[in-house]
């Protein structure tokens, strides 16, 4: 009794500190965990057995989700060739259009916008079927028999996820290049020749190897974070059940697409 009144007096200051001292601790639980967790999981890539686990995960991670980083690509590089042509056309410089399709997609736009785009459709279904499996206890069940659910599970999904990414992001910048071509020199009358010279004039090999680095590093948070949370959906203190796997769905592609425009940033700023 005298424990809740003196609480009761607490300073509101000591409530703020106390309540952001309990986030800080389950952050720092959480990024341990995630962080073991990714360990663990890259470590069972190599193990026997692992290849047909990984090509089927790359058939649904990868060749599934093609379709629509393919469309997306190419609008936009549709607009940016609309776009840029129009802010250059105003400086007589509407012959750099290429350079700018090109630089702007292998850079920045091409690995971002085909990892948010695969998280959407890939990392959602990652989290959603762990999740499920989980709390329908298929997880337990392989434990029970001696196997090992991140082996069995995880590894694959995140060694394909190393693979596709990389793939998708060149296939982006491919199509949104040929978008780019259409809106330029098709629609706009730009001339043919120039645009490709730009193209290839202005790509250096550190632009397309930069654009890798940022697709391995999204894969493997994107991977990370999505399997982590479903395989630890039951775990949520608020939410039970088919709530608890709605939550941590949205919940991975919310944090996912967050940390891929943070490690942008980051590995951008160590590339440059």
Known sequence: MEYSKAKQNDPPWDLLFNGLGKKTILTVNSLGAAAIFLIETFILIFRPKQVRAI???VLH???KSSGIVLMVGLFTGMVMGLQMYYAL???????ALGSAVALSLVRELGPVLTAI????RAGSAMTAEIGIQRI???????ETMGINPIKYLISPRLAAAIVSFPI????FD????????????KLLGLNQGAYIYRVYDSLEWVDIYGGFVKAIVFAVLVSTICTFRGYFCHMQSKSRGAQSVSNATTSAVVLSCVCILVSDYVVTSLLM
């Open 61 to 63: 991670i990868g060749s």
């Open 55 to 57: 090509v089927k995960q």
């Open 136 to 142: 329908s206890e298929q997880i337990d069940a392989l």
């Open 174 to 185: 491919l199509i949104g290049l040929l978008g780019g071509y259409l809106t330029g020199v």
């Open 89 to 95: 056309v105003d400086y007589g410089s509407e012959a």
């Open 117 to 120: 785009m695969i998280t959407a």
């Open 168 to 171: 998708l992001t060149a296939f």
